[in-house]
């Protein structure tokens, strides 16, 4: 559907971008996720128009649209402050578009009134000032307003960060059974890491002008390809020499030299232990209580490790307690360290 091949941008002497490489599927949600700065909405940005390539191509269903004008793309963009018209209404807000095309007033109407059944916006709100509506109501008039005009892609840039945490989550599932719905192939720009794996078909992890990785929320999550994507995605745990040491006289095909890292769930508190598992002495430095789950702070002597295990409301450890952890090898994801890498080079 998409193909962003070898795409670099720069601004002056500075390269923004940097070879860049994605091909998004049809009907896909993708995601470009990483840290401000990283390059995700610039990418976002030359894949709509608003920034000319230095080198590369973009495609879309095989036609080149590298140097297509904005408007000629057919693509509908979602701006992270919305960029709405305050003054106008709702109806006309979704309609502008749609009276650029010059369509007539019959058309319009049909259009405008379909789309806003499926957002779920009332006759009534199309009549009010988008000044008049919440965050979350005038969100759903950008969509609309993006979606009216039929295009093949609908480019999003954050459009869930200016509301609150709450309202964010309700959007979000909101936001993905619209994007099943519509079927429409969907790039979308987050710094959020749950929204990501929440949202996402796929995700490219962007770190200074580069992809680290490209995969399924599994995949990112769960074998990340390099240390900056283990470190970005979620929380985690980097395990000291001497705790890999103890897993390598165990048996276990680790190498104490390079960086280990596990995942909090990964490591469980008190439990019948596998085959290949390895079972250290702790003790509860503190614990944060989450309802569904509790996050313990647990002292191994050498490190302290996080530790998220579901709560059941009966096995519940006091700071001070002592426990036993259990964790596999095959769980560890390991990466060279800096100084192998520059005796490698």
């Excluded at 749609?98 to 006759?123: F, H, N, Q, T, Y």
């Amino acid at each position: 559907m998409i193909r962003i091949n070898d795409i670099v941008v720069k601004f002056g002497d500075f390269t923004a971008l940097q070879k860049i490489n994605v091909h998004v599927k049809e009907g896909e949600f993708f995601t470009f996720l990483g840290p401000s700065g990283c390059g995700k909405t610039t990418t976002l940005r030359t894949i709509t128009g608003f920034i000319e390539p230095s080198e590369g191509t973009i495609t879309v269903k095989g036609r080149d649209i590298t140097h297509v004008p904005i408007e000629d793309r057919n693509i509908g963009i979602v701006f992270q402050s919305y960029a709405l018209f305050p003054t106008m209404t709702v109806y006309d807000n979704i309609a502008f578009g749609l009276k650029v095309k010059k369509m007539s007033k019959k058309e319009i109407d049909e259009k405008v009134r379909a789309i806003a059944k499926k957002v779920d916006l009332s006759d009534e709100q199309l009549k009010k000032a988008v000044s008049e509506l919440s965050g979350g109501q005038q969100q759903r008039v950008a969509i609309a307003r993006a979606l009216v005009t039929g295009p093949a892609i609908i480019c999003m840039d954050e459009p869930l960060s200016n509301l609150d945490a709450k309202l964010r989550v309700q959007l979000r599932n909101e936001l993905k059974k619209m994007q099943k719905d519509f079927g429409i192939t969907t790039i979308y720009v987050t710094h959020d890491q749950e929204e990501a794996l929440t949202l996402s078909d796929r995700i490219a992890v962007f770190n200074k002008g580069i992809i680290e990785q490209i995969g399924t929320p599994n995949e990112i999550y769960n074998h990340s390809r390099t240390e900056f994507a283990c470190n970005f995605i979620g929380d985690i745990n980097r395990l000291s020499e001497e705790v890999v040491k103890k897993m390598a006289m165990n048996g276990a095909q680790v190498d104490p030299y390079q960086h280990n890292y596990i995942r909090l769930e990964r490591i469980h508190v008190n439990t019948q232990p596998s085959e290949g598992d390895l079972i250290l002495d702790a003790r509860v430095e503190s614990r944060e209580y989450y309802g569904l789950y509790i996050k313990y702070y647990l002292d191994l002597g050498c490190q302290t490790v996080k530790v998220m295990e579901r709560n059941d409301g009966v096995n519940i450890y006091e700071p001070g307690q002592m426990v036993k952890i259990v964790m596999n090898p095959r769980d560890i994801m390991a990466y060279p360290a800096e100084a192998a890498t520059e005796v490698i080079l």
